[in-house]
């Protein structure tokens, strides 16, 4: 699986990105949910939980690259509900996930939750045709959960 939109790559992640994912979940932890920072060797079991759930489900937490210099500069994807980074370029990765989750996947509903508090990742949900359907309890707060049908 190799997703390409305009301006990135979205691959099935491997462990060499570590360093990248590393960074990404501290940023998540401290900015998002205000949670201890993980080390190193915990971040690099969440990845290699993301790179078991790709190979298990065809799907997942992807590394995205910049398309013009192959730069690692995070992960989007789909991935089942609980564990998982988010970064910039959010509409376009979140776009060519939700293709690729309905036309390759055959899914036939995707879910994402962001933090009541977080208006730039709701935007994001809602440009990419998501709609607000209640609260739900993850991560070990509360966010508004979000769903699109084919």
């Known amino acids: 699986m190799r997703l390409t939109t305009e301006r990135l790559v979205l691959r099935p992640p491997t462990l060499d990105d570590l360093p990248v994912w590393h960074a990404i979940y501290l ?4 900015v998002w949910y205000g949670a201890p920072r993980s ?3 915990e971040n690099r079991e969440k990845l290699t939980r993301q790179v078991a759930h790709f190979e298990q489900h065809g799907f997942g937490m992807c590394a995205v690259d ?17 564990g998982g980074p988010e ?4 509409t376009e990765s979140a776009r060519a996930s939700i293709a690729y989750g309905f036309d390759e ?16 990742s709701r935007r994001v949900l809602e440009k990419c045709g998501l709609n ?3 609260l739900t309890h993850v991560y070990g707060l509360e966010h508004v959960k979000y769903a699109i049908r084919r």
């Not at 940023?27 to 401290?30: H, I, M, N, T, V």
């Not at 996947?105 to 730039?120: F, Q, S, Y």
């Open 27 to 30: 940023d998540a932890e401290e």
């Open 39 to 41: 080390s190193l060797d």
């Open 66 to 82: 910049l398309a013009a210099s192959g730069e690692k500069i995070g992960a989007a994807g789909l991935q089942h509900l609980e």
């Open 87 to 90: 970064i910039g370029y959010a």
């Open 105 to 120: 996947v055959g899914l036939d509903r995707i879910v994402a939750v962001a933090l009541k508090t977080n208006v730039a």
């Open 132 to 134: 607000e359907i209640g």
